[in-house]
């Protein structure tokens, strides 16, 4: 039989371990409370982000004044008269290679376009609205979509691939140039 003291021991360790399990179990639950607000916030915050990028490109395409050349022609975000149903896959070629020579470093390189946001949007528009039937139409929506994403991690070999389709015998890209360098070959070629 259990003395007074006795029981006094185990009650107490019973209460004591049931007091344990209720703060393990309330500091888990609102733990899991606290991650998962977490998580659905920066959801949030991402989709609230990718919102306010798409409204930028629209707002930035919007304010941008159409440019006209001298004849009163509009003109392309690449300072051509050639619309967008009117492209060819010579143009498109030359475009996407002459963009290309921002990330790249070759031995050669002829002709430079900057790139932007409105001028890779408008490229892969094109492609959808050229009347021309476009033999390597992936290739270069392929590398449109991942310019478009930011991924220039690729750029060598969406440079030799137009290249190549070009015939091109000189100027094959070697690497792409470091952050240091794309700005002074933008700024020299401005």
Known sequence: ??????GVVIIYKKAVWTLFVLIAGLTLGFAFIFVSDVSKQENSNEAIDE?????????EKAAAPE??????????????E????????????DYIHKMSHQKIHAEEKWGFIEI?????????ESLEETTE??????????ILR?????????????????WELQGGNVGKAIRLLSEQEEADY????K
């Open 116 to 124: 932007t946001d409105g001028r890779i949007d408008w490229l892969l």
């Open 1 to 6: 039989m259990l003395q007074w003291g006795q």
């Open 82 to 93: 050639v619309k967008q149903d009117e492209m060819t896959e010579a143009k498109i070629m």
């Open 67 to 80: 440019k006209v050349s001298a004849e009163g022609k509009a003109l392309n975000p690449f300072g051509a």
């Open 133 to 142: 039937q476009l033999e390597h139409k992936n290739v270069y929506e392929q």
């Open 51 to 59: 919102m306010a990028e798409e409204s930028d490109k629209e707002k």
């Open 186 to 189: 933008v700024k020299e070629n």
């Open 146 to 162: 991942r310019w478009q994403s930011s991924d220039f991690s690729h750029a060598v070999e969406d440079h030799n691939a137009i």
